[in-house]
Nanobody, 115 residues
Framework: QVQLVESGGGLVQAGGSLKLSCLAS????????MAWHRQAPGKQRELVAQ???????NSKDSVMGRFTISRDNATNTAYLQMNNLKPEDTGIYYC?????????WGQGTQVTVSS
């Protein structure tokens, strides 16, 4: 059974930083693409950043230059380093793995940025 467990969320002031982690178990993430999505209150879930199995990464325009996605296949972990956080970055952040034609989601971790 594949499980993704996020950690690292919390409350931070605007301009601060957080680093999210996503630990996968029950599978090997090296063959899949990983991504971080977020859902703000009253809004739809949106893709924040993604990274392929070969390490190619991209992110949405509003976080470019502030957020960095990375992965460590040896430890089955993906990360999202978030710097210069803004109140509009507030939301629940979800880890996503696409591997072997299946989608897997974590339970989410709350990120709250105060102004």
């Amino acid at each position: 059974q594949v499980q993704l467990v996020e950690s690292g969320g919390g409350l931070v002031q605007a301009g601060g930083s957080l680093k999210l982690s996503c630990l996968a178990s029950g599978t090997t993430v090296g063959f899949g693409s990983m991504a971080w999505h977020r859902q703000a209150p009253g809004k739809q879930r949106e893709l924040v950043a993604q990274i392929t199995s070969t390490g190619y990464a991209n992110s949405k325009d509003s976080v470019m230059g502030r957020f960095t996605i990375s992965r460590d296949n040896a430890t089955n972990t993906a990360y999202l380093q978030m710097n210069n956080l803004k109140p509009e970055d507030t939301g629940i952040y979800y880890c996503h793995l696409y591997a072997f034609a299946r989608n897997y989601w974590g339970q989410g971790t709350q990120v709250t940025v105060s102004s």
